[in-house]
């Protein structure tokens, strides 16, 4: 049976991957590792990107919602697995039955683990999360001391085991930025009170990406691997993917579905917010803002086409884009490579997220799902198994 052409592809590499966690594992070579997978493991594959990543030497996973965490287990990873990102009514006793790591940040949160571990007879593994300044999720210092002694009782009462004491940095990304020793002392400070209330973490972790790669002082027991994982720099302004040893795993294309001549003066797409200057040549990519194509870079998203690189044409449409190509005239079907590594000369998320004024995380994660994923350099020992 011949196989259709794909219309665009994004190409998956999972030895990139494995090498990243070897990389991040040397620097932070006391603490374990966990790789967050959440959002599709940021657009890449939640489950081919989960199992390497394990294989590699990862210890832990982390995932947003309870059905990321839960879909881990129905396919038959094993692994240690924290899901932070919970909602009245969520589906804890699943999570409990699961043997999935929760994470608390409230008493009424706590109310509800310590009911769903009754119905379903079993001990919950609960992580407590102090708001140590980020503002998001987490419990404020002033309520530490009562959500403390409620866990404590709750311990007492076989409901639950605390597991692990977390917290997440708000400017990690900018190295010196003064927020990050106050939330660093306030960490200090929420796991001190604890220990001293009775509390015995297994685990305590406040660094992410970022932080991984630029404070060591700041691992503890466990990190938490997000973006770098996927071979994007979570810190640009210090340094590239490269720089830290690290290879993206994405590479965004497609083939031209037409390449046509047009006379000067021809508006190109919505609006004709671009008019060709002179006779041209121009190339039409199937990819648009439905796929995940920011519409921000309208005019000026690169693209790797024949050797060269060009801008979007004008407006990023629902499902297409044009490029122009400056009179030269690549066959139909011809490669047009979004992003890469950018050791071929293509661009990279990084380039994307200048041109669209936004950050490398979502250029990736935004890739819908009508975009093939294809995955190379996949060892044997990522297919799945009941670890």
């Known amino acids: 049976m011949t196989e259709t052409p794909m219309r665009a592809r994004a190409e998956i590499d999972l030895a990139a991957l494995r090498a990243n966690v070897h990389a991040l594992r040397a620097r932070a070579p006391r603490a374990r590792l966990m790789a967050v997978v959440k959002a599709d493991a940021y657009g890449h594959g939640m489950l081919p ?42 589906p804890w006793r699943a999570a409990i039955e699961a043997d999935i790591d929760v994470s608390v940040s409230a008493i009424w949160a706590l109310d509800e683990v310590c009911a769903a571990a009754q119905q379903s007879g079993r001990t919950a593994r609960v992580q407590l999360k102090a708001d140590t300044g980020l503002g998001r999720g987490g419990c404020q210092p002033a309520d530490w001391p009562e959500l403390i002694g409620a866990a404590l009782a709750a311990e007492a009462g076989g ?23 106050a939330q660093t002392a306030r960490f200090d400070e929420a796991i001190d009170y604890a220990e001293k209330a009775g509390i015995q973490p297994e685990v305590r972790h406040i660094a992410n990406s970022p ?15 997000g973006v770098a994982l996927y071979g994007i720099s979570p810190v640009p302004q210090v340094g590239s993917a490269a ?34 200057s002179a006779e041209t040549t121009l190339g ?28 979007v044409a004008g407006r990023v449409a629902m499902d297409q884009f044009v490029v122009d190509l ?14 890469g590594p950018g050791d ?44």
Request: contains cysteine.
């Open 159 to 181: 409901l639950v085991k605390v597991t692990g004491l977390w917290s997440h940095y708000a400017c990690a990304d900018e190295p010196g930025h003064p927020s990050i020793a």
């Open 243 to 276: 720089d830290f040893g690290l290879r993206p795993v994405m590479t965004l294309s497609a083939g031209l579905s037409l390449v046509k001549h047009v006379p000067a003066g021809h508006g190109v797409s919505y609006g004709h917010n671009y008019v060709t």
């Open 211 to 225: 932080a991984v790669l630029t404070l060591p002082d700041a691992q503890y027991d466990l990190v938490r691997t």
């Open 284 to 311: 039409l990519v199937p990819l648009g803002y439905a796929d995940g194509i920011p519409r921000h870079a309208s005019g000026r998203g690169p693209v790797l086409v024949d050797g060269a690189w060009r801008r």
């Open 344 to 387: 071929r000369g293509e661009p990279t998320a990084e380039d994307w997220a200048v041109a669209a004024d936004t950050i490398a995380y979502e250029i990736v994660t935004r890739i819908g799902a009508r975009v093939d994923r294809v995955y190379v350099h996949e060892d044997l020992d990522d297919q799945p198994d009941d670890q």
């Open 49 to 90: 990107c989960a199992r390497a990543a394990l294989r590699a030497g990862a210890d832990w996973l982390g995932t947003a919602t309870p059905q990321e965490a839960l879909a881990l287990r129905a396919a038959g990873i094993g692994a240690r697995l924290l899901c932070w990102l919970w909602t009245p009514g969520g």
């Open 326 to 339: 400056g009179g030269d005239e690549p066959a139909p079907g011809a490669q047009a490579v979004l992003f």
